[in-house]
């Protein structure tokens, strides 16, 4: 699946004073001795349009967190105030519980997963491509109705001093993941 979403102001001089773009893709296929595969990624762009008007913190980029870059809390990577771009990527493997799906029911909506994840936040392209975050690990995958759960062991393997870093569990319910 992709998708692009792109914001822009209705009336320029307005409160609104930049063009926001946002891509997402994903791509999943099966592999071999009932594993699947899952290659993620997501990047964003904020272009102010006036010098003298600043982007809101409310229409910034944050990164970090179950639903993007595990191993790190949610937005606990970079600037505190967020940023004007952005980029994370991931890399799964997936594969159903391996025990029957007749025990509890568990194994028709359970799987195991194992991720390596990675990305960045910044205010301009040098931020993006220095000293990437790199995280790693393993948990369980829990399908509920058009939901996911998720309960991951993740270990930072590449972050900074002023990063928020979640070594260990981590919870995460959403809809789409990396």
């Known amino acids: 699946s992709s998708g692009i979403n792109a914001e822009w102001p209705l009336r320029p001089g307005g409160d609104v004073n930049h063009v926001k773009v946002n891509v997402d893709s994903q791509i999943n296929t099966k592999l071999f001795l009932g594993y699947s595969g899952a290659l993620s990624f997501r990047a964003g762009l904020i272009h102010e349009l006036s010098e003298n008007r600043r982007t809101w913190i409310t229409d910034k ?24 771009m952005h980029w994370g990527a991931g890399v799964s493997l997936s594969r159903k519980l391996p025990f029957s799906p007749h025990i509890w029911g568990l194994g028709k909506f359970m799987r195991i997963n194992h991720f390596v994840n990675a ?11 220095v000293d990437p975050r790199v995280s790693v690990g393993s948990g369980v995958i829990m399908k509920i109705a058009n939901f996911r759960m998720e309960i991951n062991y993740a270990v930072p393997i590449r972050y900074q001093a002023s990063d928020v870093v979640n070594h260990g ?6 809809i789409n993941f990396m």
Do not use: A, H, W
Not at 65 to 81: A, H, N, Q, T
């Open 169 to 174: 569990l981590q919870f995460g319910i959403g």
């Open 61 to 84: 980029f944050f990164c970090g967190g179950p639903g993007s870059v595990r191993g790190f809390y949610e937005d606990g990577i970079g600037r505190p105030l967020g940023g004007t």
């Open 119 to 129: 990305g960045n936040l910044g205010n301009d392209r040098k931020d993006l491509f």
